[in-house]
């Protein structure tokens, strides 16, 4: 087990991802996401600073007491040699990996987040939320969320062979994948995500970091921020936050 390296703050540089749901099965498409992925630690060994994981990392993820999840392993490996280099990983679950009872701690040193994240730059308050149930019309989707991570369905799970269960999370994974993430939903998604980021700026947050959604982009009001975290499916997003400021790319 990993103890780990406690900060006063987050130091800067920080490095925040998120949707990458990298997936058990190790085609060639997968292999090359990974790859981009790799070098992307690569970049962050060499800056030093702080990662920030928004979420849905892992496209299905269950603690199960003996078994990784199949096909994880150089990922998982990649993430230990992260931390071991010194730096501080954070990593808020997602509805896709939700379901870790201390892997990713024993594994690669994380500070896990059930909930969001809070944390002070230079006086300035970050809030990272995953971002799942944000929408009005969220209702069901709320209620199935209280339900599949209730004591009772966890216990339910792990009675499965995890070979049957990950397979299932296979079959559930692709049915959710276009959940409100297609191109026709976005103006209906940024349109109540900043209704969100509004009430958190009046709450006293300078900027607010959303994953889940897979849309890109920085939106400023004012001296406000509104930061749509993007995904590794089809962006590679990468936000950045360093002495100049914040910054949003796409890595290749």
């Not at 920080?14 to 990458?20: E, K, L, Q, R």
């Not at 800056?47 to 892992?58: E, H």
């Not at 939700?98 to 308050?125: I, M, P, R, Y």
Request: aromatic share 16%; hydrophobic share 35%.
């Amino acid at each position: 087990m990993f103890k780990q390296l406690t900060y006063n703050v987050i130091k800067l540089p920080i490095y925040f991802i998120s949707d990458n749901h990298f997936s058990m099965e190790n085609t060639q498409s997968e292999q090359i996401r990974r790859e981009k992925l790799f070098t992307l630690f690569e970049k962050i060994k060499q800056t030093k600073g702080t990662l920030i994981i928004g979420g849905d990392f892992f496209d299905f993820w269950f603690d199960y007491k003996n078994v990784v999840p199949k096909g994880y392993n150089s990922i998982l490996f990649k993430l230990e040699e992260l931390f071991k280099s010194g730096i501080k990983i954070h990593y808020i679950l997602g509805n896709h990996d939700f379901w870790d009872f201390g892997s990713f701690t024993n594994k690669f040193g994380a500070t896990v987040h059930k909930g969001d994240l809070e944390f002070d730059v230079n006086g300035k308050k970050i809030l990272v939320t995953h971002g799942d149930g944000l929408l009005k019309d969220d209702k069901a989707y709320r209620f199935m969320k209280l339900i599949i991570r209730s004591k009772v369905a966890i216990f339910l799970f792990k009675l499965f062979h995890p070979d049957w269960g990950c397979a299932l999370a296979k079959k559930i994974s692709k049915t959710s994948s276009n959940y409100h993430h297609h191109d026709e939903k976005s103006t209906q998604i940024r349109k109540e995500i900043s209704t969100f980021a509004e009430k958190k700026w009046t709450q006293g947050y300078d900027t607010v970091l959303v994953g889940h959604y897979h849309q890109t982009k920085i939106d400023t009001c004012d001296t406000k921020k509104l930061i749509f975290m993007g995904d590794w499916l089809k962006h590679f997003t990468v936000t950045l936050l360093d002495e100049n400021g914040w910054n949003q790319f796409k890595w290749n």
